[in-house]
């Protein structure tokens, strides 16, 4: 069965498509390559960045609110000089740690207590003013003496309250205990205050008293504090950054979502990270468990119905390790796709109408004496032997055709 004869072009015609065709071919190459092998890069590079410089930001924050208790508890001794505070009159005590609190915010409290049950409170209200509370477990109980500076008129009152508290049972005590020598800190783990109920953390020191008793002391810090470093951090447009307990729960919380207020979301600490209902977080989480939880590599996952990516970071205190967790959606890192999808069109176009213009000039160039040459084999077939028109042409195939036909 015979094939179906091909249309016959023109040989200008046929070269104005096949170069067309391959132009258009290679542009649209060359853009796709421009954009997967260097678009897409280069925003996954800047998201890399970002991330970095958001977790640095967060890190540098953590320092700044975790060293200088252990800087204090390394001077606290010489303060001290190892003795107990006095009992009856915390004003020796309260000297020496009013001006801290004062000018470490980070830091709420300070508490100690000693191998035979005294202990000693100095918290700095958030309303203002001072508390003392003096503990004597042998001589006392339950009983504990309060002192109280007000702030508005700069009165003290002082009272006594009954309540079960050993300072020898606290976490900031036992864990500096059971450290293997004086003098070196130990962070808790995150929990509940005595005094206030707010959640946080404390540093605490053993040390020797000159009467053979242990002291410990300790600094609290509020994760309500701390939890302003990661509300205020930014990653991209819409990023998120938080910080997790080992087991998932939230150390320091991410920005409040829109209509949460402030108490209930600074409520959420200390609670599974499932609890702050962000529906990236969550996504993010689970994308993370599911790749069995790298350590700082971005991650891409989606949440309603967006492109989110996520990287999270160790980031040790003491024995404990918490994680920084960064999210952004991918849209925050995308170059300005549009002006450079204009710049890039009009420049393939650009290309596509040079390549067009200067195929139509090489293949007149070559067409020409082409059709001079068939023009005349025709004539000859025809029996018309008239003189070949003057055959100009660079080819050398084209030269010795005419040649040819002129012998």
């Not at 958001?54 to 010489?78: C, I, N």
């Not at 977080?281 to 599911?290: L, Q, T």
């Not at 350590?295 to 492109?307: C, I, K, N, P, Y």
């Amino acid at each position: 069965m015979s094939q179906p004869a091909r249309p016959v072009l023109p040989l200008r015609q046929f070269l104005l498509r096949r170069v067309g065709l391959l132009v258009a071919a290679t542009a649209l190459l060359v853009a796709g390559s421009f954009v997967w092998f260097g678009m897409l890069p280069m925003a996954q590079q800047i998201a890399n960045d970002q991330f970095d410089v958001a977790v640095a930001k967060v890190e540098a924050g953590l320092d700044a609110a975790f060293l200088p208790p252990v800087r204090l508890l390394a001077m606290s001794p010489q303060w001290l000089q190892q003795q107990a505070p006095s009992l009856q009159d915390p004003a020796a005590f309260n000297h020496v740690f009013k001006p801290i609190l004062g000018q470490l915010p980070q830091v709420t409290s300070v508490v100690a207590g000693t191998s035979t049950g005294q202990g000693w409170l100095l918290l700095q209200k958030p309303e203002g003013g001072w508390r003392n509370r003096m503990t004597d477990v042998p001589r006392w109980g339950e009983r504990h003496h309060l002192l109280t500076d007000q702030a508005a008129d700069g009165g003290q009152t002082s009272s006594v309250s009954s309540t079960a508290y050993d300072p020898r049972l606290r976490p900031w005590f036992t864990g500096a205990m059971a450290m293997p020598a004086p003098g070196l800190v130990h962070w808790t783990a995150p929990y509940t205050f005595f005094t206030t109920g707010d959640p946080g953390i404390t540093a605490s020191a053993r040390l020797k008293l000159t009467d053979g008793r242990d002291l410990v002391l300790g600094f609290d810090l509020t994760l309500r504090d701390l939890s302003q470093l990661t509300m205020q951090a930014k990653v991209g447009q819409h990023g998120q950054v938080l910080v997790l307990t080992q087991d998932e729960q939230v150390l320091c919380l991410p920005a409040a979502p829109g209509g949460v207020s402030a108490a209930s979301w600074l409520a959420r600490v200390l609670h599974p990270v499932e609890v702050l209902e962000l529906p990236a977080v969550s996504a993010a989480m689970r994308s993370w468990r599911e790749q069995q939880r790298p350590v700082s590599r971005v991650l891409s996952f989606a949440a309603d119905h967006t492109r989110w990516l996520a990287s999270v970071h160790p980031y040790a205190l003491g024995n404990q390790r918490f994680w920084v967790l960064v999210l952004a959606p991918a849209a925050d890192f995308a170059p300005a796709w549009a002006p450079m999808a204009l710049a890039l069109t009009a420049a393939l176009m650009l290309l596509l109408a040079l390549a067009m213009w200067v195929t139509h000039v090489g293949s007149a160039r070559l067409a020409r004496p082409l059709e001079l040459l068939a023009d005349h084999s025709r004539r000859i077939g025809l029996l018309d032997f008239a003189p070949l028109p003057a055959i100009h042409s660079r080819v050398a195939e084209v030269q010795q055709l005419a040649q040819c036909q002129r012998t």
